[in-house]
């Protein structure tokens, strides 16, 4: 039995434009048409200075086979990158607590009772959105990361060899179960 795709679903050639050469729109996405928001921790997105949108990967299913190579099928395991923000540092170091108080509180940082499970669990995850804008700065494109957790934090580099104040900068690595992508 053959299976084919009628065309009022998406992936036949019916949702394919009508002349692809001629985009629907010129304008390209600048690095700075963006707003985020992380629910948990609001220093850390007050002071957001960068993110950077994970990459995606789907692995093929392999079958061995007696050849040297085995065959690969569509349809294996997603993978994602973790969502990168860096923010500046404020003076109190709110923000960068939030992010280190999180985080051991996720793991076993000091003491053994802090086990996830249960309702602990949902207390771990946040929401995190990302508002692509147009040129205009006017949100176009909101990207929801589902259950947000950091995995990693980094390091500040105090030094007096500056001549300047310079903001101390870090940056928060957080994994995320899903990515929805929505067009505003």
């Known amino acids: 039995m053959q299976y084919t795709i009628p065309l009022s679903e998406p992936g036949s050639t019916y949702d394919q434009p009508t002349n692809p050469t001629v985009p629907e729109s010129n304008n390209y996405l600048a690095s700075n048409f963006y707003q985020f928001q992380l629910n948990r921790v609001s220093n850390v997105t007050y002071f957001c200075q960068a993110v950077s949108f994970p990459g995606t990967q789907l ?18 395991r997603f993978t994602h990158e973790p969502l990168t923000v860096q923010f500046l540092v404020d003076e109190d170091m709110l ?7 999180w985080i051991t509180r996720i793991g076993n940082y000091a003491d053994d009772d ?3 499970a ?3 669990a949902n207390t771990f995850f946040s929401d995190a ?4 804008t147009n040129s205009a700065y006017r949100h176009k494109i909101r990207v929801k990361f589902k259950d947000t957790y950091p995995i990693a934090l980094s390091g500040l580099n105090f030094s ?12 928060v690595s957080l994994n995320f179960e899903t ?6």
């Open 59 to 76: 692995s093929p299913v392999e079958m061995p086979n007696t050849l040297g190579r085995p065959n690969q099928f569509v349809g294996g």
């Open 160 to 171: 007096s060899q500056l001549g300047d104040n310079e903001p101390l900068a870090a940056t």
């Open 129 to 132: 959105t990302l508002l692509i």
């Open 179 to 184: 990515l929805e992508i929505e067009n505003l």
């Open 118 to 120: 249960g309702f602990q």
């Open 114 to 116: 802090k086990i996830l």
């Open 95 to 101: 923000n960068y607590r939030e992010i280190f108080d």
